[in-house]
């Protein structure tokens, strides 16, 4: 026959008694009727098959089985309630953490106002960044170390949920005194007539380009070709040269860096949260997710980059 266990309940009713010493206090502090709580200590008393408690009309005191018994199980009691009380708070959003994976390329971008505008509602949630490359991004949210990601990979992944944020065009980077940062446009043909740097094949975003330029002669060998976008557009400052960079990745103006439309063909790349498939998201990051979708929806719209004046 299985052995019967003592409730929660059984047990929570145990400690207020022995530690109030009374069971009015108990009974008033647990909100039940004096004859409930004495049901509730009888019972756990029956399953133990001891007494708990010496009852006078006076006072109630702790067998010495009884005090044994409330040091074990005290802080086991204790340890649950906090427990269930910090779940409750970060369900409410007055506690806890989201961790959050974002490609090199759109962090400055997107992650800064939307942390501050969460911050603002939720000031005692944790924000945690993970900023890597894209298949680096990715693999944060497949292994769980990542609550989502905002990445541009991850759409034909069947273990992957990708939803679009917007599609970024790739755009020229150009010093703000070059004769190309005037134009309107630039066709991919014309770079060949200027120094320019790229990202190398370890970053995701050259083999989009690749890809969308493999009917197109190929360009000229660069002066230099890095991992990373931010790294290019420091080169673009310097005015070694001109870069091929997402346009959300270039500073706000004012700026001495501009970006200029790419035309014959136009290129984009679409970004996005990735989560894992079939798994709900925390309260805190389905929080942060829909403040993200919102500052996706107006991330292209406003004005282009100031060019000089001509």
């Known amino acids: ?176 005194g070059h004769p190309l940062a005037k134009r309107r446009s630039v066709k991919w043909a014309e770079l060949a007539d200027y120094p320019h740097a790229r990202v190398s094949h370890a970053s995701r975003n050259r083999l989009l380009i690749d890809q969308a330029l493999a009917e197109l002669p190929p360009l000229p060998r660069p002066i230099v070709e890095v991992r990373h976008v931010s790294t290019l557009l420091g080169i673009v400052e310097m005015g070694m040269g001109v870069a091929v960079v997402p346009q959300l990745t270039l500073p706000r103006a004012p700026a001495p860096v501009v970006g200029v439309k790419l035309v014959d063909p136009a290129i984009s790349r679409t970004v996005a949260i990735v989560r894992r498939s079939g798994r709900s998201l925390s309260p805190a990051a389905a929080a942060f997710a829909a403040l993200l979708t919102q500052a996706g929806r107006g991330a292209l719209k406003a004005p282009q980059r100031k060019r000089p004046a001509n």
């Not at 266990?5 to 108990?26: I, N, W």
């Not at 009974?27 to 409930?36: F, I, V």
């Not at 086991?76 to 409410?92: K, M, Q």
């Not at 959003?93 to 390329?105: K, R």
Request: aromatic letters at 6%; proline letters at 6%.
């Open 1 to 176: 026959m299985p052995m019967l266990k003592p409730s929660l309940a059984d047990l929570r009713a145990f400690v207020t008694v022995a530690e109030l010493r009374s069971f009015a206090a108990a009974a008033k502090a647990l909100h039940l009727s004096q004859p409930a709580l004495s049901r509730r200590i009888s019972h756990l008393e029956e399953l133990l098959g001891v007494r708990l408690f010496d009852r006078t009309t006076r006072s109630v005191e702790a067998t010495s089985l009884g005090l044994r018994f409330l040091e074990q199980v005290r802080g086991l009691v204790g340890d649950l309630d906090r427990s269930v009380l910090s779940l409750r708070d970060a369900a409410e959003l007055e506690t806890g953490d989201v961790t959050i994976g974002c490609v090199f390329s759109a962090v400055h971008h997107f992650l800064p106002p939307v942390v501050r505008a969460f911050r603002a509602r939720h000031p005692r949630v944790l924000v945690r960044i993970v900023e890597a490359g894209a298949d680096e991004v990715l693999a944060s949210v497949k292994h769980g170390e990542a609550d989502f990601a905002i990445n541009y990979i991850g759409m034909q992944d069947p273990d992957i949920e990708f939803t679009p944020l917007l599609k970024e065009p790739y755009v020229l980077a150009c010093p703000a």
